[in-house]
């Protein structure tokens, strides 16, 4: 019996090897789902010290931090940026302070955003968007 192109090309794309079938990905290592559980743990600490109101707008940016664990922070020139998420991500909660002064915190997602607080006028906003697109450009996977 002769394969036929069909019948060889059923037998790649079943074997995965098929251009466009990629075998289908690992699950999660326990350290994967480990660093993700810490994640998760610590953005809801985050997210209950602003809705406790023990981080507000106004604070300083150096006392908010030692009350938690960001997945990063950056600074660029006066602002500073703590993200509790990894970034690019579907999901995040963000502090942005100003001059070393916490003026927004903020729940997100790709199709939301809901600020828990945020004193920010629209061209600081801009300015301050501006100043983390470019930190997330020089440094992304950081």
């Known amino acids: 019996m002769h394969a036929t192109p069909a019948l060889a090309l059923l037998v790649v794309a079943a074997a995965g090897l098929a251009p466009g079938c990629a075998p289908p990905e690992a699950p999660p290592t326990a350290a994967e789902l480990r660093e993700h559980a810490r994640v998760d743990a610590n953005a809801d600490h985050a997210r209950r010290l ?14 908010a931090l030692r009350l938690c664990v960001p997945y ?43 600020a828990a607080f945020d004193t920010l006028g629209p061209a600081e906003r801009a300015a301050a968007g501006e100043a983390y697109e470019a930190v997330i450009a020089a440094a992304p996977n950081r």
Do not use: M
């Open 72 to 114: 990063r922070v950056d600074v660029a020139g006066r602002y500073t940026f703590a993200e509790f998420f990894p970034v690019p991500n579907t999901v995040g909660f963000s502090w942005i302070a100003v001059d070393g002064k916490l003026v927004s915190a903020r729940h997100w997602t790709c199709v939301t955003s809901v």
């Open 50 to 63: 602003v809705a406790d109101g023990r981080v507000y707008a106004g604070q300083d940016v150096r006392e």
